[in-house]
């Protein structure tokens, strides 16, 4: 079975850091792309990251670029999320996916791609 | 940025009767190399993480029920659940991925009358 369990949230001061880590279980994992996407409370869904195979590409929303950081390590079947310079407008339910990219003609197009499956998610809080 | 839009915000629907849910994007996400919708569809339960029902506009995922389906092209797409069940109370989210960011519809909960 495809599992996906995120780990490292919590509540942070405005301005801190966090670092978000999901373990992936049941599939290869460097056969995959891999991406976070946040629900804020009471809000949508909003894609945060994403990232490749093997981590030479990275995609990032406008509201994150430059204070998130996305990573992998395939050989721990992990994938993580750099937090830096919260804000309060971070605070949100933090689901890891599996990317499901297209392919075609033995070329995956990092860009284009759904989810499945989705982790619970871990609650980041950034509060005074 | 591709904007998704989707109506109504919620509807509620007798047991057995068919729920309609659509999903509108700013511009078409139609690929003319390859003719398919890059369109996907969500089921999101309290207390649960989203699962992908529906790829590609129309394609169903396996395991999915066959009294959901989607349908559209180009920047039109709607969701039908052909005879709602009570276990298909939940949030709808429709999703682009023709290019990053990626981006949802701002969801459809979907409650029985």
């Known amino acids: 079975e495809v599992q996906l369990v995120e780990s490292g949230g919590g509540v942070v001061r405005p301005g801190g850091s966090l670092r978000l880590s999901c373990a992936a279980s049941?599939?290869?994992?460097?056969?995959?792309?891999m991406s976070w996407v946040r629900q804020a409370p009471g809000k949508g869904l909003e894609w945060v990251s994403g990232?490749?195979?093997?981590?030479?590409?990275?995609r990032y929303a406008d509201s994150v670029k430059g204070r998130f950081t996305i990573s992998r390590d395939n050989a721990k079947h992990s994938l993580y999320l750099q937090m830096n310079s919260l804000r309060a407008e971070d605070t949100a339910l933090y689901h890891c996916?599996?990317?499901?990219?297209?392919?075609?003609?033995?070329?995956?197009?990092?860009?284009?791609?759904?989810?499945?499956?989705w982790g619970q998610g871990t609650q980041v809080t950034v509060s005074s | 940025d591709i904007v998704m839009t989707q109506s109504p915000d919620s509807l509620a629907v007798s047991l057995g009767e068919r729920a309609t849910i659509n999903c509108k994007s700013s511009?078409?996400?139609?690929?003319?190399?390859?003719?398919?919708?890059?369109l996907a569809w969500y089921q999101h339960k309290p207390g649960q993480p989203p699962k992908l029902l529906i790829y590609w506009a129309s394609t169903r995922k396996s395991g999915v029920p066959d009294r959901f389906s989607g349908s559209g092209s180009g920047t039109d797409f709607t969701l039908t659940i052909s005879s709602l069940q009570a276990e298909d109370v939940a949030i709808y989210y429709c999703q682009q991925y023709y290019r990053t960011p990626l981006t949802f519809g701002g969801g459809t909960k979907v409650e029985i009358k």
């Open positions: 049941g599939f290869t994992f460097d056969d995959y792309g």
């Open positions: 996916a599996r990317n499901i990219a297209y392919c075609s003609n033995g070329v995956c197009y990092v860009d284009n791609n759904w989810f499945d499956p």
């Open positions: 990232i490749n195979w093997n981590a030479d590409t990275t």
């Open positions: 511009q078409s996400v139609l690929h003319s190399s390859n003719n398919k919708n890059y």
